[in-house]
């Protein structure tokens, strides 16, 4: 699976209509999309999420659903991106099967290693910087580039830095160890998110090319 940009939908911080932010960000090159709007009902999740999921299957991009594992099997998702309230790795395979892409949310790498010894496929660490797009716990906060470094040292599985990148950091996030960036307002607050997209993913592959 390639991690390398992946694009976590957010209508609340986006200048244009999520449908056609993904359309854009795909044309750009996004690697993975994410449906998470935290902000509005399982109801218009499932009907945004059937929507992308037309859009994501015809470009043959992987559509994760944050949190909701009953969501995710309800529109045919690739997977689920858990978090620490929400069901365990274990369960969440139970039900979506063994071939559905599980993702799990550290900031540590005491729970970067649990989660990997549960079955996660991928991992999301963060936030790695300042973020006013991801509500996060004080202690879950701008944990830094040693705290990538200290979980790539300390797992196998591949992983995404997530919080506050964007094209000026993603090289920095990369360099530390991590697969790829996880972005939401990098991609979705701009006027261009294509070309957001697109310059995204030319400085994270050139900083893979570069270690």
């Known amino acids: 699976m390639n991690l390398q940009t992946y694009l976590v939908t957010e209508a609340r911080f986006s200048t244009h209509p999520t449908v056609e932010t993904v359309e854009a960000a795909i044309a750009g090159g996004v690697d993975v999309v994410q449906l998470r709007e935290k902000a509005t009902s399982v109801r218009e999740r499932y009907d945004l999420g059937r929507r992308l999921r037309e859009v994501t299957r015809a470009a043959d991009v992987p559509l994760i659903v944050n949190d909701r594992v009953d969501l995710a099997a309800a529109i045919d998702a690739d997977g689920v991106h858990l978090g620490d ?44 910087f300042a973020t006013g797009s991801k509500e996060t716990d004080p202690e879950e906060s ?70």
Do not use: C, H
């Not at 979506?96 to 991992?123: F, K, M, N, P, Q």
């Not at 701008?142 to 919080?163: H, S």
């Open 85 to 128: 309230d929400d069901l365990p790795v274990g369960v969440a395979r139970e039900q979506l099967g063994g071939d559905a892409i599980i993702g799990r949310s550290v900031s540590t790498v005491e729970a970067a290693e649990e989660a990997a010894a549960a079955g996660a496929d991928y991992l999301g660490v963060g936030a790695v």
């Open 142 to 211: 701008e944990i830094g580039l040693d705290a990538v470094r200290a979980i790539d040292a300390a797992v196998d599985i591949p992983f995404v830095g997530i919080g506050g990148i964007d094209v000026t950091n993603a090289r920095d996030v990369i360099a530390a160890g991590a697969d790829g960036v996880a972005v939401i307002s990098a991609i979705t607050d701009t006027d261009d998110p294509e070309a957001a997209t697109r310059s995204l993913r030319e400085t994270v592959v050139g900083a893979g090319v570069e270690q």
